[in-house]
């Protein structure tokens, strides 16, 4: 893969059809956890998303940065929940009731 079509982020971006959150979960996993490589690059990930970090309250507060700074948190949430919470495998037939 190019450089070019790494940072193509146009309607190729779109996950392929059929990809599951068993998909994401295991594509996660492999990408950060496999190698020492991938797991510096999470820790840099989660550094620069301040997620073990709370923006202190200091007067004046700035909605808008503590925001920002929230913002950053929520991602770095979002990719440690991707790595860490497996999928909930779904029943392959509904339970009926008995009659009684």
């Given at each position: 893969?190019?450089?070019?079509?790494?940072?193509?982020?146009?309607?190729?971006?779109?996950?392929p059809e059929?990809y599951?959150?068993?998909?994401?979960?295991?594509?996660?996993?492999?990408?950060?956890l496999?190698?020492?490589?991938g797991?510096?690059?999470?820790?840099?990930?989660l550094?620069?998303?301040?997620?073990?970090?709370v923006?202190?309250p200091r007067?004046?507060?700035?909605p808008?940065?503590?925001a920002y700074?929230?913002?950053?948190?929520?991602i770095?949430?979002?990719i440690?929940?991707?790595i860490?919470?497996?999928p909930?495998?779904r029943?392959?037939?509904?339970r009926?009731?008995k009659?009684g």
């Amino acid at each position: 893969m190019t450089t070019d079509e790494l940072f193509d982020f146009g309607p190729s971006a779109i996950l392929p059809e059929g990809y599951t959150a068993d998909d994401s979960y295991r594509d996660f996993r492999r990408v950060f956890l496999d190698d020492e490589a991938g797991q510096r690059v999470l820790s840099q990930i989660l550094n620069w998303t301040r997620m073990f970090q709370v923006t202190p309250p200091r007067p004046p507060i700035d909605p808008y940065l503590l925001a920002y700074h929230e913002g950053e948190r929520h991602i770095g949430a979002l990719i440690r929940h991707a790595i860490t919470t497996e999928p909930k495998q779904r029943p392959t037939k509904a339970r009926s009731k008995k009659s009684g």
